[in-house]
């Protein structure tokens, strides 16, 4: 049994609190010249005494308990910082994944039109990674979100 497999949602909110939540980015290279076009953010929590968590050991414990949209609200503003460090380096896009969760409501999108607008990060350097489960959603209200989202160039 491993160190992190009785994890709770209490634990992932204290850890969310405490900022040990970071990215790690995955380069995007092109099949055509070898070069970088950008990045996927891949969340990671660090624990205090250094030990990595890998996403496969928190995401479905906060997907399963209603808490996955506070984690990628949380860590929003953070992709954001990352893109303007990163930006400085590469000239490419980031990609940020989501959960159905975080487009059944409104919050996220509104989030990702403000910083567009406040200008922390052109609509074409964004994309969305959408999780199989809401890829396969029907609801309309989901659709007229991401159709806005993909309207501004997300």
């Given amino acids: 049994m491993s160190?992190?497999?009785t994890l709770t949602v209490d634990e992932i909110r204290a850890a969310l609190e405490a900022d040990q939540f970071l990215f790690f980015y995955q380069p995007k290279v092109s099949f055509l010249t070898g070069r970088?076009?950008?990045?996927?953010?891949?969340?990671?929590?660090?624990?205090?005494?250094?030990?990595?968590?890998p996403p496969a050991a928190f995401i479905q414990v906060a997907e399963d308990a209603g808490f996955i949209s506070?984690?990628?609200?949380?860590?929003?503003?953070?992709?954001?910082?990352?893109?303007?460090?990163?930006s400085q380096?590469?000239?490419?896009?980031?990609?940020?994944?989501?959960?159905?969760?975080?487009?059944?409501?409104?919050?996220?999108?509104?989030?990702?039109?403000?910083?567009?607008?406040?200008?922390h990060i052109p609509a074409d350097r964004l994309r969305l990674e959408v999780t199989e489960a809401a890829a396969l959603s029907t609801s309309a209200e989901m659709r007229d979100w991401v159709g806005r989202l993909v309207k501004r160039g997300v």
Avoid at 70 to 86: C, G, H, N, S, V
């Fill in 36 to 53: 970088i076009t950008g990045g996927e953010a891949l969340i990671r929590w660090r624990k205090p005494d250094g030990m990595l968590i």
């Fill in 89 to 119: 380096q590469h000239d490419g896009h980031v990609a940020f994944n989501v959960s159905a969760s975080d487009l059944q409501h409104e919050t996220l999108v509104i989030a990702i039109e403000r910083a567009i607008e406040d200008g």
């Fill in 3 to 5: 160190a992190y497999a």
């Fill in 70 to 86: 506070e984690i990628t609200q949380r860590m929003f503003p953070r992709l954001l910082a990352d893109y303007r460090i990163l």
